[in-house]
């Protein structure tokens, strides 16, 4: 049977997702192909018939820009990774942070944690066909690179804070164990 990206599979209490499958309450086709429903082993796979796009996948660690904070939840744009299979993230999909999923400590305002053109390590939560839920609440996740918000220069690491050495300014951040070690233009 013919399946499309998005497309209903079966129940996760009867099958577990194999290649081209993921779980989002039941499980879901993330390419267009041919639906394998192995009874035996209880696995449902879906046998790719072209190299179109893929939905990602919860777990997939993605970089993006910050593009919308409010207090209780942030917009990320998603950078989009290419290989000659699929794309990781699609054009236009939004990524949402919800304030919950930045820290396991309580955070008031996510206005404390990121900013708007920041650019954050995260890792994919869920995935539904109109939004990608995000989290950065492990250690190897949250901001890789800042900017002042009085100047919009680079920002440097000193201890926990981040410091502007162009004005002085003084901005704390949900950082990533590894901020100011990448070269991201």
């Keep these: 049977m013919l399946v499309l990206p998005g497309e209903y599979v079966a129940e996760s209490e009867e099958y577990i ?11 879901y086709s993330e390419v267009v192909g041919d639906l394998l429903l192995d009874s035996k082993e209880h696995m449902a796979r879906v046998k790719a018939r072209t190299r179109v796009p893929k939905l990602q996948s919860r777990g997939t660690i993605a970089i993006g820009q910050v593009v919308r904070v409010q207090d209780q939840m942030a917009m990320i744009d998603l950078a989009t990774v290419n290989s000659r299979s699929f794309s990781l993230v699609p054009r236009g999909v939004p990524g ?3 304030v919950a999923a930045v820290s396991r400590q309580y955070v008031e305002d996510l206005r404390d944690k990121i900013r708007v053109g920041d650019i954050v390590r995260v890792k994919i939560e869920s995935v539904t066909p109109y939004s990608v839920r995000l989290r950065m609440d492990e250690r190897n ?29 003084k901005e704390n951040r949900k950082l990533a164990e590894d ?4 070269k991201i233009m």
């Design 179 to 182: 901020y100011g070690k990448w």
């Design 96 to 98: 949402i942070l919800p």
């Design 141 to 169: 996740l949250g901001v890789i690179k800042a900017y002042c918000t009085r100047c919009r220069t680079l920002l440097v690491k000193k201890g926990r804070m981040l410091i502007c050495p162009n004005c002085g300014h």
């Design 17 to 27: 997702p194999g290649y081209g499958v993921y779980e989002d309450d039941a499980l």
